[in-house]
């Protein structure tokens, strides 16, 4: 099971913003860097947000990250009915040796 | 570009091992981690392990331990994930992605096609 907690499913109308919550702990997102991912039906996952609140060239301004302690959000603004898709949050966690650790993940609905 | 491309779908009997290779393009592969990620259907995803294809340093998850291998071989820029005594449990796509979670200055940014591995007897 995964020890970082997200929302199972979140929606907004086109335009609206969406936030979505991941909830850890001191050991991974309170002391490690935060990724967030978007995942289409049948595809791999494709990287949204990285360290933190970075977006990698090519990405949308509409989608913006942030860290507070061991929590972190993504925000989706102007939502776009191809935003719909499966949302993970990411992070390394520094118990059990070091490992990467992924969140429950959130189904966004473009309603 | 940068490409990550894996081998084939493959099906397995409970008990047995896989092999996924996964080869990079585009890019130097001794500059980058390589991690694997697992996802049954409909479910997250699950971190597997990560190499450097450089040193050789590896480290895998708690709970594959000793049940995992991850290995490359640098004269072909390909990375392999062999998993042993398979179960249904561990019928999944697996992803091999370039890049690190604890430097984010290399964030895991390219991704395989994925590999179904199915475990039926």
């Known amino acids: 099971q995964s020890v970082l907690t997200q929302p199972p499913s979140a929606s907004g109308t086109p335009g609206q913003r969406v936030t979505i919550s991941c909830s850890g702990s001191s050991s991974n997102i309170g002391s490690n860097y935060v990724y967030w991912y978007q995942q289409l039906p049948g595809t791999a996952p494709k990287l949204l947000i990285y360290?933190?609140?970075q977006r990698p060239s090519g990405v949308p301004d509409r989608f913006s990250g942030s860290k507070s302690g061991t929590s972190a959000s993504l925000a989706i603004s102007g939502l776009r009915s191809e935003d719909e898709a499966d949302y993970f949050c990411?992070?390394?966690?520094?118990?059990?040796?070091?490992?990467?650790?992924f969140g429950t993940g959130t189904k966004v609905t473009v309603l | 570009q940068v490409q990550l491309v894996q081998s084939g779908a493959e099906v397995k009997r409970p008990g047995a091992s896989v092999k996924v290779s996964c080869t990079a393009s585009g890019y130097t592969f001794t500059n980058y981690d390589i991690n694997w990620v697992r996802q049954a259907t409909g479910q997250g995803l699950e971190w597997m392990g990560w190499m450097n294809p450089n040193s050789g340093n590896r480290g895998y998850a708690q709970k594959f331990q000793g049940r995992v291998t991850i290995t490359r071989n640098t004269s072909v820029s390909t990375a392999y994930m062999e998993l042993s005594s398979l179960t249904s449990e561990d019928t999944a796509v697996y992803y091999c992605?370039?890049?690190?979670?604890?430097?984010?200055?290399?964030?895991?940014?390219?991704w395989g096609q994925g590999t179904l591995v199915t475990v039926s007897s």
């Open positions: 992605a370039r890049g690190s979670f604890v430097d984010a200055t290399m964030a895991p940014d390219y």
């Open positions: 360290g933190n609140n």
């Open positions: 990411a992070t390394w966690d520094d118990s059990l040796s070091g490992q990467g650790v």
